[in-house]
T-cell receptor, first 114, second 112 residues
Framework: AQSVTQPDIHITVSEGASLELRCNYS??????LFWYVQSPGQGLQLLLK??????LVQGIKGFEAEFKRSQSSFNLRKPSVHWSDAAEYFC????????????FGSGTRLSIRP | DTEVTQTPKHLVMGMTNKKSLKCEQH?????MYWYKQKAKKPPELMFV???????INESVPSRFSPECPNSSLLNLHLHALQPEDSALYLC???????????FGSGTRLTVV
């Protein structure tokens, strides 16, 4: 079945530590891939997106993501987190078969330890 | 203007009320979307409008009625809602197709 999976429901990291949030997708062809961030009670903000080309994608707020076709993964990374990064992070895909729909993963809640 | 504006930000309504949510964008996007998001869950697609015509309805109950009066506006009319309809309602827009969404900040709806 087609899906996008975020295996970590909740992650806590110390301020200044590095971060990696996992995302795996299951589609026949490589879909368009996105990471969004949502602060409590707010809408979603696009961090970065991958359509094709360079597999390491730079985004806003110091985030980057690496597309690995062999692993069907699109993990989000940040070398040093800040307290303001505490939020919910959603991986999302737009499958070629249904370009009008964006499918979200279940989300990973990031907490920052002072 | 690179924003999607949603009004109101908060809405409390009774189960017999009629209310409307409004969404506006001036980016020239021709696709607009309504999503529903329950607490601690990802957004779920409700409706897609493409070139002001309804193209996707994800089997949403008829107590939710979308309307796209022009290419910049998207409304969601609410009538006879249930308490379980309480959620964050998000509007988004994009160029044709779903790549490059811009989301609004949402309307927090509480049905009492």
């Amino acid at each position: 079945a087609q899906s996008v999976t975020q295996p970590d429901i909740h992650i806590t990291v110390s301020e200044g530590a590095s971060l990696e949030l996992r995302c795996n997708y299951s589609y026949g062809a490589t879909p368009y891939l996105f990471w969004y961030v949502q602060s409590p009670g707010q809408g979603l903000q696009l961090l970065l997106k991958y359509f094709s080309g360079d597999t390491l994608v730079q985004g806003i707020k110091g985030f980057e993501a690496e597309f690995k076709r062999s692993q069907s993964s699109f993990n989000l990374r940040k070398p040093s987190v800040h307290w303001s990064d505490a939020a919910e992070y959603f991986c999302a895909v737009v499958p070629y078969s249904s370009a009008s729909k964006i499918i979200f993963g279940s989300g990973t809640r990031l907490s920052i330890r002072p | 203007d690179t924003e999607v504006t949603q009004t109101p930000k908060h809405l409390v309504m009774g189960m017999t009320n009629k209310k409307s949510l409004k969404c506006e964008q001036h980016m020239g996007h021709r696709a607009m979307y309504w999503y529903k998001q329950k607490a601690k869950k990802p957004p779920e697609l409700m409706f897609v409008y493409s070139y002001e015509k309804l193209s996707i309805n994800e089997s949403v109950p008829s107590r939710f009625s979308p309307e796209c009066p022009n290419s910049s506006l998207l409304n969601l009319h609410l009538h006879a809602l249930q308490p379980e309809d309480s959620a964050l309602y998000l509007c988004a827009s994009s160029q044709e197709g779903a790549v490059g969404y811009t989301f609004g900040s949402g309307t927090r709806l509480t049905v009492v």
